[in-house]
């Protein structure tokens, strides 16, 4: 859901990182992204995060003429599945936000 440059980025608050807050992060080699699909490379292990939509909601936001820019600002309610290495994947539910026009 974003570009190559300002958001292009993976990110992973591991287990053992709740406590102190901690996150992994791939490198931006190592990392792309796809509408509903992540992917990177954390601690040398391939770790892919996946979505499926559950329920989704959007707004129209600016535009009304003077030359402002109109984008629509969608959520979504997704099921949630993270592979890391060969490791049992973990599932659960994602929020998931993108912006077009923005």
Same mark, same amino acid.
């Given at each position: 859901?974003?570009?190559?440059?300002?958001?292009?980025?993976?990110?992973? +608050?591991?287990? $053992?990182?709740?406590?102190?807050?901690?996150?992994? $992060?791939?490198a931006q080699a190592d990392t792309y992204?796809?509408?509903?699909?992540?992917?990177?490379?954390?601690?040398? $292990? /391939?770790?892919?995060?996946? +979505?499926?939509?559950?329920?989704?909601?959007?707004?129209? +936001?600016?535009?009304? *003429?003077?030359?402002?820019?109109?984008?629509?600002?969608?959520? /979504?309610?997704?099921?949630?599945?993270?592979?890391?290495?060969?490791?049992?994947?973990?599932? *659960?539910?994602?929020?998931?936000?993108?912006?077009?026009?923005?």
């Amino acid at each position: 859901t974003f570009g190559d440059h300002k958001y292009n980025y993976f990110k992973l +608050l591991a287990p $053992e990182g709740h406590g102190s807050g901690q996150l992994r $992060e791939s490198a931006q080699a190592d990392t792309y992204q796809q509408q509903d699909a992540a992917y990177g490379v954390i601690g040398g $292990e /391939r770790v892919t995060a996946s +979505l499926r939509e559950i329920a989704t909601w959007h707004t129209i +936001l600016g535009g009304g *003429g003077g030359g402002a820019m109109e984008m629509k600002y969608e959520n /979504r309610l997704c099921a949630f599945t993270l592979q890391v290495g060969d490791r049992p994947p973990t599932t *659960g539910l994602a929020y998931n936000e993108r912006c077009f026009g923005c």
